[in-house]
């Protein structure tokens, strides 16, 4: 079984500031992916950035960066400069070799950009 | 150029009713999936496809039934609304089913059971 778990229901950032989200996870599995995917107002989910368990260098994409402790089981998303349009719900998620294609979702985190 | 799609946008049924979902996707993938995402924004796998066979099949009840006629169309038929399938239902789609894969995700279908 694997379980995500993400504390922070809601955070709030002004512009062009850093904001970091975070997400741990419980699995036994040594073989996983990890994933972060946000869902703004118009409820589209798109990946963010994802980050292979193997790795031990931390995944960025542009503004985005994951601080990833695979023996804390802890994986946080950095969002640097941030932007009015980061404002939306950011999912972790886990996906583990043995369960195949299933993403398990953490219950989700409201970061709101304040202009 | 929509990847993934979902009609209706907004259904909106009594209980008891009978209603389906349509997923398509033009981005060649094989594998699909459905999600349901709660009022508290919880999201949790139903089903998933490859190549139209069923693969996952999480605990959901048999009132809902998914069908995929090919690998580029998976729709849900719910039989029997209850106001409990009131919700967010996602399809989305993976290139595979490996675990790695990113999945993507189509604009949602939200359900209202009166």
């Known amino acids: 079984a694997q379980t995500v778990t993400q504390s922070q229901p809601e955070m709030s950032v002004q512009e062009a500031e850093t904001v970091t989200l975070s997400c741990t996870y419980d699995?036994?599995?040594?073989?996983?992916?990890l994933f972060w995917y946000k869902q703004p107002p118009s409820r589209q989910m798109i990946l963010v950035i994802r980050?292979?368990?193997?790795?031990?260098q931390n995944a960025t994409e542009n503004r985005f960066s994951v601080n990833f402790q695979k023996a804390a089981k802890s994986f946080s998303l950095k969002i640097s400069d941030s932007q009015l349009g980061d404002t939306a719900m950011y999912f972790c998620?886990?996906?583990?070799?043995?369960?195949?294609?299933?993403?398990?979702f953490g219950g989700g985190t409201r970061v709101l950009v304040k202009p | 150029d929509t990847a993934v799609s979902q009609t209706p946008k907004y259904l909106v049924t009594q209980m008891g009713n009978d209603k389906s979902i349509k997923c398509e996707q033009n981005?060649?993938?094989?594998?699909m999936y459905w999600y349901k995402q709660d009022s508290k924004k919880f999201l949790k796998i139903m089903f998933s496809y490859n190549n139209k066979e069923l693969i996952i099949n999480e605990t959901v009840p048999n009132r809902f039934s998914p069908k995929s006629p090919d690998k580029a169309h998976l729709n849900l038929h719910i039989n029997s609304l209850e106001l409990g399938d009131s919700a967010v239902y996602f399809c989305?789609?993976?290139?595979?089913?490996?675990?790695?894969?990113?999945?993507?995700f189509g604009p949602g279908t939200r359900l209202t059971v009166l």
């Open positions: 980050q292979e368990a193997y790795k031990q």
């Open positions: 699995t036994s599995e040594s073989n996983y992916y």
């Open positions: 981005l060649g993938h094989d594998t």
């Open positions: 989305a789609s993976s290139q595979s089913p490996i675990f790695y894969n990113e999945q993507f």
């Open positions: 998620a886990s996906a583990l070799k043995a369960a195949g294609n299933k993403l398990t």
